[in-house]
Structure formats: structure tokens, C-alpha cells
């Protein structure tokens, strides 16, 4: 299997989204790979769920489950500046890395870090932050900061999982901003009342994982790409984004399949590739 490069990366890409921080228009959503992306609109910058190290790979190097990398790391997160917002949907890695969020904080002095309120305790001794950080939500909360506006909705990542105080473990986050809604599922199976709750939204854009949910695998299930393009479907999205494939070999999909399916049900959809950027008025079908 051939080593995918990404079309920018580092210096490039940061210089790339520095000479659009002036567009008053258009949004832009650069793939980081995985999971992560990063939201710019008007200049304000939204780091969603990154993954921008080798740690796991590091971490289950001699295991029965090694993460071998297929793609290259588009950033480091070191040079990620001007971040006022970053979220984690739940507690793994490749959604909470220490090596990706412990720089970006730092780097980033006012940043608001969005978590499950569930996760407090795991992330403070993860992040090695003051407990009153984080800001916590479950299904159902929002928050609002400048001009965005972040709705909580529960995912089975395979349950939907709560505390004994009733919050979600696993999240997706609908981001509400001037007239878009953006819904990043962060990793998650179907569940009865998912439709029901985001239809709501009027969703623009779905970000939604395609790996599916293969026990042989040994980690927690998603979507595979038929269902998420359904899904879709289901909600009236304006475009749906694959993600969470491209990453480690053991545990990804073939994104043309994803096509396929999209296609075979007239959801419009855009296949990024990692360092590339979406812009609400590019053309969405491939």
C-alpha cells in the first residue's frame, strides 16, 4: 500500500489559511486527517478533534493491534496559532491526544477547550490542566463564544454511554455559525433517535466517519460508508465529508466506496484529501 502524502502540509498549509483570515464570505474546513479538521471563518479558527502525532503508533507498536500510519502527519502542532475554540468528542487518543493538545494550548493563550462534561477527570489527568478548563457538555447543552455557537448530541461509539450523573461520554458536535450548521459526528454507530435530533439543524455539512464496525478489530465501531451516506440522506445534509479512514491500515475503508454509495442516492458529498480544504461555495459533488 502506497504512503499517502498529504497536498500540504506544515509551514504551507498555515501560510495557505493565513492568506484567507481576511475573507469575509466564505468558511474553509481543512482536513487534518483522521477525525481532525480545522474550521476557519472570518479569520476565527475551530480545531476539531486533532490528531496530529505518531503516539499511537508508538503506543501499540508491539501489540496484536499495531497502528501503522498510511498517511502522513499534515501538522505540527507546534505552528497551529490564532485557535480560540478546540474540541474532543470522547476519550481516545485519536480524538484526545496529549502530543497534539498539550502545544496547541499552550500555544494558544484564551483557547476554550470543548469536552463531554463525562470525560472531565480523564482529560485533566490526560492534559495535565486545571479542572475548571474544560468546558463540559452533554446531549442537549450548547455554548456559544464570538459567533459560534456549539450544540451537544450523544453518539454510540458502541453504546451511547453515560456517568451516573446522566452525561454523554461520547459526543458529535453540531457548530452553528451566521447561516451554517456544521455537525462533526466524532465517532459513532446509528442510533434510533439520530435523525430525529439533528434534522433540527438543518445540517450544511456532516462530517461522518466510514470505517464501519468490525469486532475483529478489536476497537470501537462507526459508520461504514453506505450508512453514512444514508445518513445523510436522513437529515437533508447539503454534503457529507467521510473521515476517520487513510489513517492506520488496520482500521479504515476505501473512500470510493463511499462514493459509490453517496452517488447511488443522490446525497451530494466531497472527498478531501488530508491537507486540503473545503470552502461552503466549491463545487460539492466529485
Same mark, same amino acid.
Given at each position: 500500500?502506497?504512503?499517502?502524502?498529504?497536498?500540504?502540509?506544515?509551514?504551507?498549509?498555515?501560510?495557505?489559511?493565513?492568506?484567507?483570515?481576511?475573507?469575509?464570505?466564505?468558511?474553509?474546513?481543512?482536513?487534518?486527517?483522521?477525525?481532525?479538521?480545522?474550521?476557519?471563518?472570518?479569520?476565527?479558527?475551530?480545531?476539531?478533534?486533532?490528531?496530529?502525532?505518531?503516539?499511537?503508533?508508538?503506543?501499540?507498536?508491539?501489540?496484536?493491534?499495531?497502528? %501503522?500510519?498510511?498517511?502522513?502527519? &499534515?501538522? =505540527?502542532?507546534?505552528?497551529?496559532?490564532?485557535?480560540?475554540? &478546540?474540541?474532543?468528542?470522547?476519550?481516545?487518543?485519536?480524538?484526545? =491526544?496529549?502530543?497534539?493538545?498539550?502545544?496547541?494550548?499552550?500555544?494558544?493563550?484564551?483557547?476554550?477547550?470543548?469536552?463531554? %462534561?463525562?470525560?472531565?477527570?480523564?482529560? &485533566?489527568?490526560?492534559?495535565?490542566? +486545571?479542572?475548571?478548563?474544560? /468546558?463540559?457538555?452533554?446531549?442537549?447543552?450548547?455554548?456559544?463564544?464570538? =459567533?459560534?455557537?456549539?450544540?451537544?448530541?450523544?453518539?454510540?461509539?458502541?453504546?451511547?454511554?453515560?456517568?451516573?450523573?446522566?452525561?454523554?461520554?461520547?459526543?458529535?458536535?453540531?457548530?452553528?455559525?451566521?447561516?451554517?450548521?456544521?455537525?462533526?459526528?466524532?465517532?459513532?454507530?446509528?442510533?434510533?433517535?439520530?435523525?430525529?435530533?439533528?434534522?433540527?439543524?438543518? &445540517?450544511?455539512?456532516?462530517?461522518?466517519?466510514?470505517?464501519?464496525?468490525?469486532?475483529?478489530?478489536? /476497537?470501537?465501531?462507526?459508520?461504514?460508508?453506505?450508512?453514512?451516506?444514508?445518513?445523510?440522506?436522513?437529515?437533508?445534509?447539503?454534503? /457529507?465529508?467521510?473521515?476517520?479512514?487513510?489513517?492506520?491500515?488496520?482500521?479504515?475503508?476505501? /473512500?470510493?466506496?463511499?462514493?459509490?454509495?453517496? %452517488? +447511488?442516492?443522490?446525497?451530494?458529498?466531497?472527498?478531501?484529501?488530508?491537507?486540503?480544504?473545503?470552502?461552503?461555495?466549491?463545487?460539492?459533488?466529485?
Amino acid at each position: 500500500m502506497e504512503f499517502i502524502i498529504a497536498i500540504k502540509k506544515n509551514e504551507a498549509l498555515i501560510a495557505e489559511m493565513d492568506s484567507l483570515q481576511s475573507d469575509q464570505q466564505h468558511f474553509y474546513l481543512w482536513w487534518l486527517g483522521q477525525s481532525g479538521y480545522l474550521l476557519q471563518w472570518k479569520g476565527q479558527r475551530i480545531l476539531i478533534d486533532p490528531y496530529l502525532s505518531n503516539s499511537l503508533t508508538k503506543k501499540y507498536i508491539t501489540t496484536n493491534k499495531p497502528h %501503522e500510519r498510511m498517511s502522513e502527519r &499534515v501538522m =505540527d502542532p507546534v505552528l497551529l496559532k490564532k485557535i480560540f475554540i &478546540v474540541t474532543s468528542s470522547h476519550n481516545h487518543t485519536d480524538h484526545l =491526544d496529549s502530543e497534539t493538545l498539550i502545544p496547541v494550548l499552550k500555544n494558544n493563550p484564551g483557547i476554550n477547550f470543548i469536552i463531554p %462534561e463525562a470525560n472531565r477527570d480523564f482529560v &485533566v489527568e490526560r492534559l495535565q490542566c +486545571k479542572r475548571n478548563f474544560p /468546558v463540559g457538555l452533554t446531549d442537549g447543552q450548547s455554548v456559544t463564544y464570538r =459567533d459560534f455557537t456549539i450544540h451537544g448530541i450523544p453518539a454510540k461509539h458502541n453504546e451511547i454511554e453515560r456517568d451516573e450523573m446522566g452525561n454523554c461520554k461520547y459526543m458529535g458536535y453540531v457548530i452553528a455559525f451566521d447561516k451554517w450548521k456544521i455537525y462533526h459526528s466524532g465517532d459513532t454507530l446509528w442510533f434510533e433517535e439520530m435523525v430525529d435530533l439533528l434534522k433540527p439543524f438543518a &445540517v450544511d455539512i456532516a462530517i461522518l466517519p466510514i470505517n464501519g464496525n468490525d469486532p475483529a478489530r478489536g /476497537v470501537a465501531g462507526n459508520l461504514n460508508c453506505k450508512e453514512a451516506a444514508m445518513l445523510g440522506k436522513a437529515i437533508n445534509a447539503q454534503c /457529507v465529508i467521510p473521515c476517520h479512514y487513510d489513517m492506520f491500515t488496520f482500521n479504515t475503508a476505501d /473512500v470510493k466506496e463511499f462514493a459509490k454509495e453517496a %452517488e +447511488k442516492i443522490n446525497q451530494p458529498y466531497k472527498i478531501l484529501r488530508i491537507g486540503e480544504r473545503f470552502e461552503n461555495e466549491a463545487t460539492i459533488l466529485n
